[in-house]
């Protein structure tokens, strides 16, 4: 239980109990509030006991993310009672449908660029995080991940989102964008929390740069081979002073680049063996000649002749971006 019982978890509460004291004070007493309090002060009594985050009915571990969303939380998943589990469903397909008006357009095109992505959430809402925009003649493209899983992940993948397209907007550099990214991220996510993010701008002159927060190494097909960029920084949350740099190169037409999660390289076999950077690398090659569209749908399908009869169990993303 000690992963549960830290003190930003009593911290927390301790802070809502004074808030609601404090409205009771300025506003009056009222049961909805009153029940508040005792919620609280009942979760606080659990901490003492070392029996908080336990359901209360089978005195199993709640799930983390529920108690990181919801400190109050007293019953697993398996136990709600059944208003609670529609309301959660209804929330659920809310998410969902909100996260889903967040994503680009699956293909687009930019004078001297094409661009693609495939998106797959493992469950209903995703941790991934992926976007394209355009900005003063310039292509910005990012893809990320945020640690963890659901509803939480979620949330603050749509809080990157603002974020990177707030920063962008104001005419920052890749350097400043990804310094002020970490910052927020970190300030508004709890420290369990932190993502992996690659952020980029093209040019219509070919040229790309590229800023990598202990994103999964890019895959980039120069003329006759595939080489491999590695992260330029820490993920985005690690620290709140983060710094980051940047590299630079030029594509030439028929180059693409070739971004991913996680849930590509780390799935797995029936053997419980990983899909891996060299299958990744060898599919990318012999197929990287392909429209963007085209080099995803290879890779998906190598993908999964790979781990068929397998459950997938993480999150999914696919960026190929391709110099017309």
Known sequence: MDKY??????????????????????????????RLINEVDAALH?????????????????????????????????????????????????ASQIQSGLLPPKTSHFPGWEFAYHYEAAGVVSGDYCDILIHQNTMYFSIGDVSGKGVSSALLMAHLHATFRALVAQGMNLEQIMERASRIFCEVSLPTYFATLVCGKATQTGEIELCSAGHNPALISLADK???????????????????????????????????????????????TEYGMDRLSDTFTA????????????????????????????????????RL
């Open 287 to 322: 197929n990287r000649n392909l429209k963007p569209a085209e080099i995803i749908d290879s890779s998906l399908k190598n993908l999964n002749a790979f781990r068929i009869g397998s459950k997938k169990s993480d999150d999914l993303t696919i960026m190929v971006i391709r």
């Open 46 to 94: 659990r901490l003492d006991e070392g029996t908080y985050g336990l359901c209360e009915i089978c005195h199993e571990p709640i799930e983390n993310e529920r108690i990181i969303n919801d400190p109050l939380v007293r019953f697993c998943l398996d136990h709600l009672q059944p208003e609670e589990q529609r309301a959660l469903e209804e929330d659920l397909l809310i």
């Open 226 to 272: 595939v080489d491999r960029l590695d992260a330029t920084g820490l993920p985005l949350g690690m620290f709140c002073d983060e710094e980051f740099s940047t590299i630079t190169f030029n594509l030439n037409p028929g180059d693409s680049l070739f971004l991913y999660t996680d849930g590509l390289t780390e799935a797995m076999d029936t053997n419980e």
């Open 5 to 34: 019982v830290n003190p930003s978890i009593r911290e927390d509460l301790v802070i809502r109990r004074s808030k609601l004291e404090r409205t009771i004070q300025t506003s009056g007493d009222d049961k909805q509030l009153r």
